[in-house]
């Protein structure tokens, strides 16, 4: 049985042919994960929001907007779900600049169903580990917002790896001062250890995944 964070999880199919969007959703359906499907990228772009899970199934060759530039937008734009391109009209380059945009996989039609059932799950768990990763990155920021401008001075010094002594003396304040400046740290920051709070610190720096 699903557990909850499973069934939260949606794969998105963008393509013109109301054939394939059909094929697709059975297949998909058939190993109980849901489908949302559009027809056209503006429409993908207009009903979809960000902090969902899962993963986006995309045809390349579509009117208006194609797949490969809609990929591109999504990349612009931080879109967090993994992509997998499908086409029947492959070439190099354009493989190329699929996984130069971040394609999690391009697959060629005409596709094993396994193979792509397998790369749909494979790419859904990878959505859900960037989702807890961004949760973090985000808690971690959210805490050093709590930071006086003082303590921030004091946590990259920490960082750093300067020794209390060495930070009164850049910072031109007493090793007591310092001593409470730390204590502050460790409880707003809530780092049970100095090694805690240095990864917390370098953690809310990261870029996005």
Same mark, same amino acid.
């Given at each position: 049985?699903?557990?909850?964070? %499973?069934?939260?999880?949606?794969?998105? +199919?963008?393509?013109?042919?109301?054939?394939?969007?059909?094929?697709?959703?059975?297949? +998909?359906?058939?190993?109980?994960?849901?489908?949302?499907?559009?027809?056209?990228?503006?429409?993908? @772009?207009?009903?979809?929001?960000?902090?969902?899970?899962?993963?986006?199934?995309?045809?390349?060759?579509? $009117?208006?907007?194609?797949?490969?530039?809609?990929? %591109?937008?999504?990349?612009?734009?931080?879109?967090?779900? $993994?992509?997998?391109?499908?086409?029947?009209?492959?070439?190099? $380059?354009?493989?190329?600049?699929?996984?130069?945009?971040?394609?999690?996989?391009?697959?060629?039609? $005409?596709?094993?169903?396994?193979?792509?059932?397998?790369? +749909?799950?494979?790419?859904?768990?990878?959505?859900?580990?960037?989702?807890?990763?961004?949760?973090?990155?985000?808690?971690?920021?959210?805490?050093?917002?709590?930071?006086?401008?003082?303590?921030?001075?004091?946590?990259?010094?920490?960082?750093?790896?300067?020794?209390?002594?060495?930070?009164?003396? %850049? @910072?031109?304040?007493?090793?007591?001062?310092?001593?409470?400046?730390?204590?502050?740290?460790?409880?707003?920051?809530?780092?049970?250890?100095?090694? %805690?709070?240095?990864?917390?610190?370098?953690?809310?720096?990261?870029?996005?995944?």
């Amino acid at each position: 049985m699903l557990d909850k964070e %499973e069934n939260d999880a949606q794969v998105f +199919i963008v393509d013109d042919d109301a054939s394939v969007r059909d094929s697709l959703r059975w297949l +998909i359906e058939s190993v109980q994960l849901k489908v949302q499907c559009f027809a056209t990228a503006q429409e993908f @772009l207009d009903g979809y929001q960000n902090q969902q899970t899962g993963c986006v199934v995309l045809d390349v060759r579509m $009117p208006g907007v194609s797949g490969l530039d809609l990929q %591109e937008e999504l990349r612009q734009q931080q879109f967090v779900l $993994p992509v997998i391109i499908i086409t029947g009209h492959a070439d190099v $380059p354009m493989a190329v600049r699929a996984f130069q945009s971040g394609a999690f996989d391009f697959i060629e039609k $005409p596709f094993n169903d396994q193979h792509l059932i397998d790369r +749909i799950q494979q790419a859904i768990e990878k959505s859900r580990s960037q989702k807890v990763n961004l949760q973090r990155r985000q808690d971690a920021r959210d805490r050093l917002q709590k930071l006086s401008s003082r303590e921030a001075e004091v946590l990259d010094c920490i960082v750093s790896g300067y020794s209390n002594k060495k930070m009164a003396r %850049e @910072l031109d304040i007493s090793v007591k001062t310092i001593e409470t400046h730390r204590a502050n740290l460790m409880s707003k920051m809530k780092a049970g250890s100095v090694s %805690e709070l240095v990864r917390i610190a370098l953690l809310a720096e990261r870029e996005n995944d």
